[in-house]
Structures are given as structure tokens and as C-alpha cells.
């Protein structure tokens, strides 16, 4: 059945630093995962983080000793199932472990998919689009570089809305930037911010007034993970879309935001989702309780990018559309040919499997020995 699980950390500088409240990001390590079976059909999965611990609950290295210590014997011992009752076995015999299922799960329908001879998409349900749209995040944490940073974006083509990480300063200071940008950029380019997680509820109450009246868009995440009560008041205080990102962690957590209404858009992330599949349940849940949906990444190289684009292609709603750009902030291209980006959206492939290949030999290069 499965001959090789190699879990790979791949360690690419980022084109500048990237600032977030939860962490400065100089580079990116890519959790690349590797499955052969043994008559030679190789699939590719990711499990990227972003800053360590500082954002998830997995963190490069545990990845990868849990994949080599507990998933990849498990799977080696799981002969004659099918891929569903594969999947089924792993939930069974592994607690949490999200992103590393993820990977995992991804590696195993780029496999299936290849046999099959369809684009993976086609194995979640079917796509509904052949390109997603892609914001871009400015996060330089200079408000003129941000300026200039997203009118060569938008000049090129590539970007016309951005997400604006802001909460590593005082409220006014992140609100004054936001607005200088809002106001350089004019009306007609959708401006959203990012808190991840940094603020309590009356910051927030305060920077979410000033923010929604300044013309933005959207507010990502602004209070703690747990505290689904601000969310639900803050979401229903403001006519601002109030999007969860940390505390949507699969179907699970997407049915109580969805139940307690503490949320108005989801950013469905497929690692924090624990998988493509479980990402499709996030957007059912969100359907069915009338969310828009936002698709996510984890500063994902192209493995776990073009994974989470072929998932969002199913999405009949993705009114946020995504911020699949992670590829394009790194210094590095590892695949033989570069993800298509153009006229704002990133191409799904058509070509079986993930519709990827990988330059081997570079990421060799760029592997942790
Ligand atoms: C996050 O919290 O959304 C996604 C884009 C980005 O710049 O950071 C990530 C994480
Ligand atoms: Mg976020």
C-alpha cells in the first residue's frame, strides 16, 4: 500500500518582513508531506503554521514527529481500506492533530485523484469556478510602504482588495493607519482588517465604530478565541461583516459560532478545518445558517495553497472571495511551474491530482538537515 511518509520542513525567507499581532514573520517553514505508495504513485500534502506556536496549536516539529511517530506507522498498518474507511481510521486512532490530518488527508486524494485521472476538486464534490479571487495582505507595518506596496499590486494586476494586519498597536494608531490607506487607495478597493485575536471587547467596540464609519469592509477575528459571547454581541452591535478566523476549528466549532450567531463570515482554513473534506462541512454549516464564507490560508506554500484553492473551487458561496497569495510572499519557488496568478485570481488546475510538480531537487536544498 504505502511504501514512503516523509514529512519535509522547508525553511524559504519571506520577500519582507510580514507583521502580524501574533508574530513577525521573516521567514516560512513549509511542513511539506511526501506519500509514495507502493506501486509508485506519489501524493503531496502540507501542514504550514505561522510563527511556531504563536498561531496554532501544532508547531513545525510536532508535526512532524507526530507524523513519523504515530500517522505514518498507523497508515503502513491500514492495508485493504479504502480511502474513506482510511480516513475514518485515522480519525478514530488520532485525537486533534489537525493540521497534520490535513496534510495527510491532502497527500491521499492527490493519490486518488492522479488514479482517478481528475483535478481533486472533482473528489470534493465538483468545482463550481476555474480561479478563485486572491486579496493581498499589507503587513509591512509602515503605513507609506503599505501605500505604495498595494498600488504596484493593484497597477499589476494581481491585487485590488487587501487585508490589513493590525493589534500590535494602540487602537487610534491602528485605526489611523487604516484609514490613511483607506483614504490613499479610494472608495472602490475593498479594505479589511485583521486583528487576530488582539483586542478586548470594548477596543473593540471602539476600533470596530471607527473603522466601519472610515469605509472598510470587513473585521477578522477581533477578540480571543474563546470568547464567542464578544463575537456574538460585537456581530450583532455592527453592520461591519464580523468574520472568525482562530475560533473557527472545523465543523465542530463552525456549528456553535454558527448556533450562537457569533460570527458573519467564516474563513475557512483547510488545516485548521483538519482536512479538505471537513473545510467543504465548514462551508455546509455556514450555508445552511446563512454565513458568507472567506477562504483562508496559513501562509501555506503551493501544496497547501492549491489544495485549499481546489477546495474553495467547490464553494457555491465565497462571497469574500480568498487570500490564497502565500506562495507570493516567499523568496522561493518550489514547484516546476509557478502557480498561475493573474487578473486578480489564482488558476485551479485541471490536470489530475493537485495539478502540481514539485522541483525535488530544490526543496532538498531549501530542506532542514
Ligand atoms: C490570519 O490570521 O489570517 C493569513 C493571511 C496572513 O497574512 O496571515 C494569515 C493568518
Ligand atoms: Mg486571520
Redesign the pocket.
Known sequence: MYKSIETLLVEIPTIRP?K?A?ATMQTQTLVLVKITTEDGVIGWGEATT?GGLG?GEESPESIKTNIETYFAPLLKSLAGLNIAQTFAAIKRNINGNRFAKCAIQTALLDIQAKRLGLPLSELLGGRLRDSVPVLW?L?SGNTEKDIAEAQKMIEAKRHNIF?L?IGSRAVEADVEHVLAIKQALGKDVSIRV?V?RAWSELEAIKGIQLLQDGGVDLI??PCAIDNIDAMQRLTRRFDIAIMA??SLMGPGTAYKLAKTNAASVF?V?VAQSGGLLEGCDVATVANLAGIDLYG????EGPVGTIASAHTFSTFANLAYGT?L??PL?LTEEILKTPLQYQNFELAVPKTAGLGIELDEDKIDNLRRK
Open positions: 510580514h502580524m501574533v505561522i498561531y495582505v503587513a487585508k494586519k485583521d487576530n477578522e477575528q478566523d482562530e474563513a482554513k483562508g490560508t496559513m501562509l487570500e497569495f502565500g510572499l
